[in-house]
């Protein structure tokens, strides 16, 4: 299995592209220079200059983070664990089971199913929280 690093990856995009140095900096807003260190690997890429590079080169954006930060390794391990096993909570089953709140919200089918999108984030602990979330989004689709 060969090495993979931030620069040969970064490098094996941008001539998959057929992009050089030059029109890749001029597409993120920085000089040739900072590329060819990039690829280098003598420098290490900004978040948002990251992300650009992940975007204009077509890169997942966790696997380029790894390879440009390698030593977050850890901290994305654990958050994924984190985020793949959601706390198992009743208040989604309480929500749709207290009908008396539904109609007294009058909550419609449409934002149920939008509420079931937020249910799979697994942070949702109270039912009443449920509905603080779907009155602000009321109100921002209001403004």
């Known amino acids: 299995m060969r090495e993979e690093s ?7 995009a941008r001539l998959a592209l057929g992009l050089s140095q030059q029109a ?4 993120l807003g920085v000089r ?3 590329v060819g260190y990039l690829e280098q690997g003598r420098r290490r890429p900004s978040l948002t200059l990251l992300n650009r590079l992940a ?6 954006k966790e696997r380029l983070f790894l390879l440009s930060h390698p ?7 654990s958050a994924k664990g984190a985020r793949s096993k959601p706390k198992s909570s009743n208040a989604w089953k309480e929500l749709l089971s207290d009908k008396a709140a539904l ?6 089918p449409k934002e149920l199913k939008v ?3 937020v249910e799979l984030l697994g942070t949702v602990l109270n039912p009443r929280d449920y509905l603080f979330i779907l009155n602000s989004i009321r109100q921002a689709v209001k403004e």
């Open 55 to 60: 975007d204009t080169l077509g890169i997942d």
């Open 24 to 27: 890749l900096a001029r597409k």
């Open 71 to 77: 030593e977050a390794k850890n901290l994305i391990g």
């Open 103 to 108: 109609i007294r919200n009058n909550v419609t």
């Open 6 to 12: 931030f620069g040969k990856v970064l490098k094996e």
């Open 115 to 117: 509420l079931s999108h």
């Open 32 to 34: 040739a220079s900072h």
